[in-house]
Every structure is written in C-alpha cells, then in structure tokens.
C-alpha cells in the first residue's frame, strides 16, 4: 500500500478552465496521490462541454448540480458539503480546490484548522481572501507558462510573471524573521519555510520551479551555495 499521502482534487467546474487541468495535475501529483477527482456543475450547460470531454480521459467523477433557478448555482454549497465529508471521513490527507470563487475562503479556513494543506489554482483575478486561506495558492496561467517553457526548451525566465512589491515584502520579511549569520545571510530553507507561512506564496506563481531561482533572480538578493549543497540568502537592499 503506497505511502504517499492520498489528495481529492474538487473541481468547481463553473469557475475554472479545464486547459489548466494537466498544469494542476502535475502539481498534486508530485505532492501526493490524487485518488479522488471530483468536478461539480451542471452540465446540461454548453459552457462546461470542455470538462465533460475531459472526464474519461482524466478519471474525473462529473457531479451534477441543477441550478434551482435561473441564474442561481448551487454548485459551491454542493462541493463544500462533500469536501467536509471527505474531510470528516479521514480519506484524504490534502485537497486541492480549484476555482477563483471567493466562495471557497471558510471552507479553506476549516481543511486548514483540522491540519490538512489545502492547495489552491485558479486566475490571477481570484481574491486575495481565498489565496491567502490556502496553505499555497498556485496562479494556473503561470503554471502554464512554466511548463510550455520547459517543454519548448526556452528559459523559464522568458514566462515570469513581473516581480511585484508584495512578493519582495513577503520574502524580506522571512529573510529578516530568519536566523542569519555575522555576514547576515540566512538558510533559503528557512526562509521559504517562513514566506509559505504568512501567505499562500508559491514560486511557481512567478515561473520558477525553485525558491532558489526565483530569489536568484531578484536584485534585492544574494544567494550563494555551501560545499555542502545547503543555500544561503542575504538581502541587499
């Protein structure tokens, strides 16, 4: 019996686009196994004729939700019902939400108080409130942007997001919460582990594959690695 820890994926199909789905995929697959797939709507809906097709191909499980009335989704209510199941049930050990509905902020807040990570993908659009209840909240266009520079062969750096001050705000602060050395250089371990802590950072949300590249690639910083493999960081201004 594998023991890798076992991840449901639910998707809410209303507000998320299934071209993202492998990026996402990928993801959770490389922090668990996803053995529960699970994609909620309606599908009598035209709109949602791209994740139908993906259903087979992926093991994805469509939950139908009928909207009760013209214009009125219950689609959240049903999916937040089922992930507390999941939850309560001890069948998973993490959940991915994708979606950029706001919606889905207490029912992060709750996974997260019983322990469980909760990892988010949606657009640059989602709300602050919900990205910042999950444990890491994932940008899916920056995942894709990643991933067809590494398929074509292009630095990844070509597909970064722009560096914005609020990135530099999180990672100076971890930088300074960090325990450095009389030159003033800390552990990157130790400042990735702070960052992740007061906020959904992910450095895939930027393009990069590793903590270390991104903060190579920030003026603001110093990196520089030990014989020993270990990585150091001091801030420069």
């Known amino acids: 019996m594998s023991d890798e820890p076992k991840i449901a994926l639910l998707i ?35 709109a949602l004729k791209g994740w139908g097709e993906l259903s087979n191909q992926h093991s994805i499980i469509p939950v139908q939700q009928f909207d009760p009335t013209k214009g009125k989704s219950v689609t959240d209510m049903r999916m937040t019902i089922d992930a507390l199941d999941l939850l309560h049930g001890g069948r998973v050990d993490g959940f991915g939400i994708m979606s950029s509905d706001s919606d889905f902020l207490p029912l992060a807040q709750r996974i997260r108080e019983d322990g469980l990570p909760v990892y988010g993908f949606g657009t640059e659009k989602t709300p ?37 001050p609020e990135l530099l705000d999180v990672l100076g602060a ?12 800390a552990s990157l371990a130790e400042m990735g582990q702070r960052a992740k802590a007061v906020s959904s950072f992910s450095v895939r949300n930027y393009g990069h594959n590793r ?27």
Not at 174 to 182: F, G, I, M, P
Request: hydrophobic share 40%; with cysteine.
């Open 128 to 164: 602050v409130s919900f990205r910042n209840s999950c444990t890491r909240f994932l940008d899916v266009a920056a995942l894709a942007r990643t991933n067809d520079a590494a398929m074509s062969d292009v630095d990844v750096e070509d597909g970064t997001k722009p560096i914005d």
């Open 211 to 237: 903590l270390s590249d991104l903060v190579r690639s920030l003026d603001a910083f110093d990196v520089k690695a030990l014989p020993d493999g270990k990585q150091l960081v001091r801030r420069l201004r």
């Open 174 to 185: 971890a930088w300074k919460a960090s325990k450095r050395n009389e030159d003033g250089y």
């Open 12 to 46: 809410d199909a209303d507000n998320a686009s299934p071209d993202h789905l492998d990026e996402v995929l990928l993801v959770l697959g490389g922090l668990g196994t996803v053995n529960i797939r699970r994609a909620y709507g309606n599908w009598q809906k035209p």
